[in-house]
């Protein structure tokens, strides 16, 4: 898919018209037709502005291989790292330092039960022994 197909699916995902587009980002709605319909390509600013109002990359907008919806590159999350405060920069490390230590914590405990279970197999084991010697 290229720019055009990936800017009508984007406006019409959420039902807008080239007009509601137009208004949301200041770019006019000829012009909006223009780009849908490849006769002319936006500057890198008004690029910027589409991506700004559908929330994603520039690499997202103008992607020409097929991805699946709700999938996210690394250009999608770099381009939305670059555009937080740094308040929530230091929001997003702690919930990032959470989830890393949840996982660890996750790890550490199914470790324990996978040992656990090898322990009461092996008692099971034992007992089955040790009832077949009586």
């Keep these: 898919m290229g720019f055009a197909e990936n800017l009508i699916k984007m406006r019409k995902q959420r039902g807008w018209t080239q007009v509601d587009l137009s208004i949301k980002t200041g770019i006019n709605?000829?012009?909006?037709?223009?780009?849908?319909?490849?006769?002319?390509?936006?500057?890198?600013?008004?690029?910027?502005?589409?991506?700004?109002?559908?929330?994603?990359?520039?690499?997202?907008?103008?992607?020409?291989?097929?991805?699946?919806?709700?999938?996210?590159?690394?250009?999608?999350?770099?381009?939305?790292?670059?555009?937080?405060?740094?308040?929530?920069l230091r929001m997003l490390q702690k919930r990032i330092n959470d989830t890393i230590f949840n996982k660890e914590q996750l790890i550490s405990v199914m470790k324990q039960k996978e040992s656990l279970e090898r322990q009461l197999e092996e008692c099971k084991t034992l007992i089955n022994t040790l009832q077949g010697d009586k």
């Design 29 to 88: 709605p000829k012009t909006l037709s223009s780009y849908e319909n490849e006769r002319t390509e936006p500057n890198l600013g008004e690029v910027v502005k589409l991506c700004k109002v559908f929330d994603c990359s520039i690499a997202y907008l103008t992607d020409t291989k097929e991805r699946e919806p709700g999938d996210i590159s690394i250009e999608d999350i770099l381009f939305k790292i670059n555009i937080l405060e740094l308040s929530e």
